[in-house]
């Protein structure tokens, strides 16, 4: 990334909380009701986001105070939708709002849409409570600023690297067990063993005892060992805040500190931990949170 662009450091909730005079929640203002080309909100947010742009790339500052927009996705729309009608561009709305890539938001998900194009660099907030400010906004119409208090760091008229937009889009990750097949999704589902619904937060991948368990991306090793009901357990870190996760092993051919390349046989299928049967679980996490393999590539 560029060093010579300055940046800004803002809090989330006060930028939310003092437009319009409204002290409490989000302003009316802020939201934004349609993408149609006539909505007063979104021709503003629009004007602002293109003189923005023009001073942040002129003197390195913006023209207009920043601030942040929420909308919330109706059907059959999606985050390339949001991304046309606003004018606002792919990095900014996933570096904001935390997205692991494209998929991440649907219809009924609330997005934070700032009104200047640029990369935002979390700066003590977590993934989770940006989650959670979105989740507040979605479940009662108002955004929850005390969840957001905390400073994010902000580069105007930046983008991400090609290779953390190459991450995003799911260009990255390769399957660890091609040829295997997908016994349980991501998502809620009927336990196996308790028989009571719960969430899975990755996919099982079927295949027999010692089939070989292939590095999805490169990486370092942080974990490999025992880890209670996932078994032999390998944790890989990855660029960007992205890990992978690796359960049920019968063998481990790495050990934590290694440094692995995507394809790389990292060890054997198994049934350790909490299983019925022989399964790779395998999950793809950006900043500790789970999020759907099925996103990243087809089982």
Same mark, same amino acid.
Do not use: C, M
């Given at each position: 990334m560029k060093s010579w662009r300055p940046f800004l450091y803002f809090l989330l909730?006060?930028? $939310?909380? %003092?437009v319009d005079g409204r002290q409490k929640g989000a302003p009316d203002g802020l939201?934004?009701?349609?993408?149609?080309?006539? &909505?007063?909100?979104?021709?503003? #947010?629009?004007?602002?986001?293109?003189?923005?742009?023009?001073?942040?790339?002129?003197e390195g500052q913006l023209e207009v105070? $920043?601030?942040? +927009? #929420?909308? &919330?996705?109706?059907?059959?729309?999606?985050?390339?939708?949001?991304?046309?009608?606003?004018?606002?561009?792919?990095? %900014?709305?996933?570096?904001?709002?935390?997205?692991?890539? *494209?998929?991440?938001?649907?219809?009924?998900?609330?997005?934070?849409i700032p009104n200047a194009r640029g990369v935002f660099r979390r700066k003590?907030?977590?993934?989770?409570?940006?989650?959670?400010?979105?989740?507040?906004?979605r479940e009662d119409g108002q955004?929850?600023?005390?969840?957001? #208090?905390?400073?994010?760091?902000? +580069? *105007?008229?930046? &983008?991400?690297?090609?290779?953390?937009?190459?991450?995003?889009?799911?260009?990255?990750?390769?399957?660890?067990?091609?040829?295997?097949?997908?016994s349980s999704g991501y998502g809620n589902r009927k336990d196996p063993i308790s028989n009571r619904r719960s969430f899975h937060g990755g996919i099982d991948l079927a295949a027999p005892v010692g089939t070989a368990v292939k590095a999805s991306a490169p990486g370092k090793?942080?974990?490999a060992g025992p880890a209670g009901g996932y078994g032999n357990l390998?944790?890989?870190?990855?660029? +960007?805040?992205?890990?992978?996760?690796?359960?049920?092993?019968?063998?481990?051919?790495?050990?934590?500190?290694d440094v692995v390349q995507q394809g790389q046989k990292i060890g054997e299928v198994g049934k350790t931990g909490r299983v019925t049967g022989p399964h790779l679980h395998f999950e793809i996490r950006k900043d500790g949170n789970q999020t759907s393999p099925t996103k990243f590539f087809h089982p």
């Open positions: 909730a006060l930028s $939310l909380s %003092t939201w934004i009701q349609g993408l149609q080309n006539h &909505r007063p909100e979104l021709q503003k #947010l629009r004007n602002q986001i293109r003189t923005n742009l023009r001073s942040s790339y002129r105070p $920043l601030k942040i +927009y #929420l909308y &919330r996705l109706k059907k059959e729309e999606n985050f390339f939708t949001v991304v046309t009608r606003t004018g606002q561009d792919p990095d %900014t709305l996933a570096s904001l709002n935390g997205l692991a890539n *494209p998929a991440s938001v649907g219809p009924g998900d609330v997005l934070l003590g907030a977590t993934l989770q409570e940006v989650a959670q400010f979105r989740q507040d906004a955004a929850n600023t005390d969840s957001l #208090l905390r400073s994010f760091q902000f +580069y *105007p008229g930046q &983008r991400f690297e090609p290779e953390e937009r190459f991450y995003f889009r799911g260009q990255v990750f390769a399957h660890p067990l091609p040829g295997a097949r997908l090793v942080v974990h390998i944790i890989l870190e990855h660029k +960007y805040e992205y890990t992978t996760y690796y359960g049920h092993l019968s063998k481990l051919n790495v050990k934590k500190g």
